[in-house]
T-cell receptor, first 115, second 110 residues
């Protein structure tokens, strides 16, 4: 069964450092999502891509976060500089396309700890 | 803006049927109702989606009344492995029109 791949699974960094997360969606999935999930809360959408284009990044803190999906396949989410409040699980998901009846398939996530 | 309201937590026993109700008074005509399940340290997993009336698949049923202002996820004969957080989402799966709330933490006891 095809799965969404993410790496690394765990990342520990110090504040003010740069971190990057990688996501490889299910083959053929045009829509890719990055979420941030703080412990005890539901996932919060950071950015949504349709192929290589950003559909929604209204909740992405653009002063420190950036996301790209250059060839419309895999994607990278970067934080620079990291802050203590960025400690969370970062989840990537993909779907065949956006819209109803296109379930999102989630990866295992990257757990970030900022010291 | 919270689009859904659901209980924070529920307890049940193995073998029982569990019903989790979600309120969505401001649901729009184009919105669908979707439920996801999440185990600790894993990403959410799609359970079921519907627009109106009743939808059933191999793991759950979704009941949606005619006014669509609420919906009920029904899990038949739960087991310990059904202990998880269940999220009700309302929207059309486009960007910020599809928001995860805090979910319902279901604990299944032996």
């Amino acid at each position: 069964e095809a799965e969404v791949a993410q790496s690394p699974r765990y990342k520990i960094t110090e504040k003010s450092q740069a971190v990057a997360f990688w996501c490889d969606p299910i083959s053929g999935h045009a829509t890719l999502y990055w979420y941030r999930q703080i412990l005890g809360q539901g996932p919060e959408l950071l950015v949504q891509f349709q192929d290589e284009s950003v559909v929604d990044d209204s909740q992405l803190p653009k002063d420190r976060f950036s996301a790209e999906r250059l060839k419309g396949v895999d994607s990278t989410l970067k934080i620079q500089p990291a802050e203590l409040g960025d400690s969370a699980m970062y989840l990537c998901a993909s779907s065949l396309k956006a819209g109803p009846y296109n379930e999102q398939f989630f990866g295992p996530g990257t757990r970030l700890t900022v010291l | 803006l919270a689009k859904t309201t659901q209980p924070i937590s529920m307890d049940s026993y193995e073998g029982q049927e569990v019903n989790i109700t979600c309120s969505h008074n401001n649901i729009a005509t184009n919105d669908y109702i979707t439920w996801y399940q999440q185990f600790p340290s894993q990403g959410p997993r799609f359970i079921i989606q519907g627009y109106k009336t009743k939808v059933t698949n191999e793991v759950a049923s979704l009941f949606i009344p005619a006014d669509r202002k609420s919906s009920t996820l029904s899990l038949p004969r739960v087991s310990l492995s059904d202990t998880a957080v269940y999220y009700c989402l309302v929207g059309d799966n486009y960007g910020q029109n599809f928001v995860f709330g805090p979910g319902t933490r279901l604990s299944v006891l032996p």
